[in-house]
């Protein structure tokens, strides 16, 4: 599959996102219902770990701090575009957000979450940043069928 984050293409990646040596997020595209399913680690600014998202269920979610909204389940021959948001409770802005473009491509044009070591990491348009580490802006890379690592 083909992930986008901002404007960088991942090409031949496997749906799974490392930040900092550690899998944060997995996303899947189940193709029975056309479904996009996001798996994902989310942390706050000390590295406390506040959530766990598995295949769109909570696992916990400390406060229920996050919320997840997501495109109905449809069939392949009559999918509407696929979706999932995930808002930030406690700031009101969206923590992850993707969207499915085409089969095999899925596209993160927001994100807004802490690693497992308290790092920022963004998601804008126009980049991904990993604060004080990497800025990635308009790059392709071919991550032959592993996951995307940053960082």
């Given at each position: 599959?083909?992930?986008?984050?901002?404007?960088?293409?991942?090409?031949?990646?496997?749906?799974?996102?490392?930040?900092?040596?550690?899998?944060?997020?997995?996303?899947?595209l189940?193709?029975?219902?056309?479904?996009?399913?996001?798996?994902m680690?989310?942390?706050?600014?000390?590295?406390?770990?506040v959530?766990?998202l598995?295949?769109?269920?909570?696992?916990?979610?400390?406060?229920?701090?996050?919320?997840?909204?997501?495109?109905p389940?449809?069939?392949?021959?009559?999918?509407?575009?696929?979706?999932?948001?995930?808002?930030?409770?406690?700031?009101?802005?969206?923590?992850?957000?993707?969207?499915?473009?085409?089969?095999?491509?899925?596209?993160?044009p927001?994100?807004?979450?802490?690693?497992?070591?308290?790092?920022?990491?963004?998601?804008?348009?126009?980049?991904?940043?990993?604060?004080?580490?990497v800025?990635?802006?308009?790059?392709?890379?071919?991550?032959?069928?592993?996951?995307?690592?940053?960082?």
């Open positions: 599959m083909e992930l986008t984050l901002g404007s960088n293409s991942f090409r031949n990646s496997n749906g799974v996102v490392k930040l900092q040596g550690k899998e944060q997020i997995v996303l899947e189940r193709p029975v219902d056309h479904q996009l399913m996001l798996t680690d989310l942390y706050d600014s000390a590295g406390t770990h959530a766990h598995r295949r769109n269920s909570w696992a916990f979610n400390r406060d229920n701090r996050f919320a997840l909204t997501a495109s389940p449809s069939l392949p021959l009559f999918a509407s575009p696929t979706w999932l948001k995930l808002t930030d409770s406690e700031t009101g802005e969206i923590a992850f957000e993707a969207r499915v473009v085409q089969d095999n491509q899925i596209q993160v927001n994100g807004k979450f802490y690693t497992h070591s308290g790092q920022l990491f963004e998601i804008t348009s126009h980049l991904c940043r990993l604060a004080g580490v800025t990635l802006f308009g790059d392709v890379f071919d991550v032959g069928g592993g996951a995307v690592v940053i960082g």
